[in-house]
């Protein structure tokens, strides 16, 4: 079975443009959470989908957002980016939600902003 | 609120040494708990787990005791292999599943 794929893996961007990251789960999780993963904070959770609904939020400012399809594929965005917001980003996909299980991680997006 | 705490790396450890990663954690009801380790360049790849009190999670030769009195989750491997130098995280999962980590430790093994 294949694992959670992440595409782009790196990617360069300036400050004030935008992102977009795409996220495609194990085939038959239909819950996805991203992170964000720095050397000083660690890994901060984002949000959570479930059934193309957000289930849980990090403490995030509103320019990070996402969004889930109907195949379970998530995307996440970042608009007016900063420098601050290079980092990792690691989406997660779980069976479902609320019955404790394991997260499987994708490879994560390396986002550089210059 | 829910919170994990691991010990401070980097460790650095001798081929054959034995490892010791701490990790206590603070949480409402019954959480399960992980450990989770990231090899550089790569994302988080689950190392083992815990559902319930007195369980013990093992995977390659590492192990992991879900001490409920001592709300601990400390990692331990015997003898350790140049191949395990990575980043070790612990983490909870409370009934939400939403999940909670520690900052990572960093293990380095020497030949």
């Known amino acids: 079975k294949a694992g959670v794929t992440q595409t782009p893996r790196y990617l360069i961007k300036t400050r004030g443009q935008q992102v977009t990251l795409s996220c495609s789960p194990i085939?038959?999780?239909?819950?996805v959470s991203w992170y964000q993963q720095t050397p000083g904070q660690g890994l901060q959770f984002l949000f959570e989908?479930?059934?193309?609904?957000?289930?849980n939020k990090g403490n995030f400012p509103g320019r990070f957002s996402g969004r889930q399809f109907s195949n379970s594929r998530s995307e996440m965005n970042v608009s007016t980016l900063e420098l601050g917001d290079s980092a990792l980003y690691l989406c997660?996909?779980?069976?479902?939600?609320?019955?404790?299980?394991?997260?499987?991680f994708g490879p994560g997006t390396r986002l550089t902003v210059l | 609120g829910n919170s994990v705490t691991q010990m401070e790396g980097p460790v650095t450890l001798s081929e054959e040494a034995f490892l010791t990663i701490n990790c206590t954690y603070t949480?409402?009801?019954?959480?399960?708990l992980f450990w989770y380790v990231q090899y550089p360049g790569e994302g988080l790849q689950l190392l083992l787990k815990?559902?319930?009190?007195?369980d013990k999670g093992s995977n390659k030769g590492f192990e992991a005791t879900y001490r409920k009195e001592t709300t601990s989750f400390h990692l331990e491997k015997g003898s350790v292999q140049v191949s395990d130098s990575a980043v070790y995280f612990c983490?909870?999962?409370?009934?939400?599943?939403?999940?909670?980590f520690g900052t990572g430790t960093s293990l380095t093994v020497i030949p």
């Open positions: 997660a996909s779980s069976l479902v939600p609320g019955t404790q299980r394991e997260q499987y």
């Open positions: 085939s038959g999780h239909r819950s």
């Open positions: 989908y479930f059934s193309e609904t957000q289930r």
């Open positions: 949480a409402t009801g019954y959480p399960s």
């Open positions: 815990a559902t319930k009190a007195d």
């Open positions: 983490a909870l999962s409370d009934q939400g599943n939403q999940f909670y």
